[in-house]
């Protein structure tokens, strides 16, 4: 598809065929993929999507728009910018680069709308984080159960194990109390990033808050014993 200030594409969010605008302001090029980063807007849900074009020969945004088809622009791939979900838990406190790289993965499927993804990745992580701590055991709930962290961190962890479960297997159902079914991915796949970002804030960020904090005297002489 050529450069154009109007798209006709497939929405994502209203899953209609439409008209989107060009938000020329946001468009820059991106120095890590080399491509031409363009955000547009949709006509009929007002829905932003992305969109990523490569060049034959190198132009600055300018030259691009000026020129829709002087600099072999293509429309490589376009999609939409749905979530905002961040974590509270500040990621470099994650020590563990595997962890710390499935939890990312996940809030990245959450953030483009892919639920089950993220719920998998979510389950990935924990097992990361099992493995990283030693943990023993057959499967992942008996891997949860030996470590040493406490009884509300494991069922936090069972939870996030239950929607990763009903991400991976058709079959895999999860209920209110009352018994009837809950279908809701978009409402599991967040609270699995919820539930991990605690986890994370009470096993990794205590720690540092307490390392940084002032010391009494008696801390120092017990440090200094140890
Ligand atoms: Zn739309």
């Given at each position: 598809?050529?450069?154009?200030?109007?798209?006709?594409?497939?929405?994502?969010?209203?899953?209609?065929?439409?008209?989107?605008?060009?938000?020329e302001q946001g468009?820059?090029?991106?120095?890590?993929?080399?491509?031409?980063?363009i955000?547009?807007?949709?006509?009929?849900?007002?829905?932003?999507?992305?969109?990523?074009?490569?060049?034959h020969?190198?132009?600055?945004?300018d030259?691009f728009?000026?020129?829709?088809?002087?600099?072999?622009?293509?429309?490589?791939?376009?999609?939409?910018?749905?979530?905002?979900?961040?974590?509270r838990?500040?990621l470099?406190?994650?020590?563990?680069?595997?962890?710390?790289?499935?939890?990312?993965?996940?809030i990245?499927?959450?953030?483009?709308?892919?639920n089950?993804?993220c719920m998998?990745?979510?389950?990935?992580?924990?097992?990361?984080e099992m493995?990283d701590?030693?943990?023993?055991?057959?499967?992942?709930?008996?891997?949860?159960?030996?470590?040493?962290?406490?009884e509300?961190?494991?069922?936090?962890?069972?939870?996030?194990?239950?929607?990763?479960?009903?991400?991976?297997?058709?079959?895999?159902?999860?209920?209110?109390?009352?018994g009837?079914?809950?279908?809701d991915?978009?409402?599991?796949?967040?609270?699995?990033?919820?539930?991990?970002?605690?986890?994370?804030?009470?096993?990794?960020?205590?720690?540092?808050l307490?390392?940084?904090?002032?010391r009494?005297?008696?801390e120092?002489?017990?440090?200094?014993?140890?």
């Amino acid at each position: 598809m050529l450069y154009s200030k109007t798209l006709s594409l497939n929405c994502p969010h209203c899953d209609t065929k439409c008209q989107f605008v060009v938000v020329e302001q946001g468009h820059q090029k991106c120095i890590n993929d080399d491509k031409h980063h363009i955000p547009y807007i949709c006509t009929n849900c007002n829905g932003l999507i992305a969109t990523k074009w490569t060049v034959h020969n190198n132009c600055s945004p300018d030259e691009f728009r000026s020129s829709p088809g002087g600099y072999g622009q293509r429309l490589d791939i376009y999609y939409p910018i749905v979530g905002d979900w961040k974590p509270r838990v500040n990621l470099q406190l994650i020590t563990n680069e595997k962890v710390r790289t499935d939890f990312k993965e996940a809030i990245s499927c959450y953030n483009n709308g892919f639920n089950n993804a993220c719920m998998l990745m979510a389950r990935r992580s924990i097992q990361q984080e099992m493995i990283d701590k030693k943990a023993t055991g057959k499967n992942l709930y008996q891997q949860i159960e030996s470590t040493g962290i406490s009884e509300k961190l494991k069922a936090l962890l069972h939870k996030i194990k239950n929607f990763g479960n009903n991400g991976a297997h058709p079959d895999f159902c999860l209920f209110d109390e009352e018994g009837n079914e809950i279908i809701d991915k978009h409402g599991f796949a967040k609270l699995s990033l919820e539930f991990l970002d605690r986890y994370f804030a009470n096993e990794y960020e205590i720690d540092s808050l307490v390392e940084s904090a002032p010391r009494s005297h008696k801390e120092l002489e017990e440090k200094e014993d140890k």
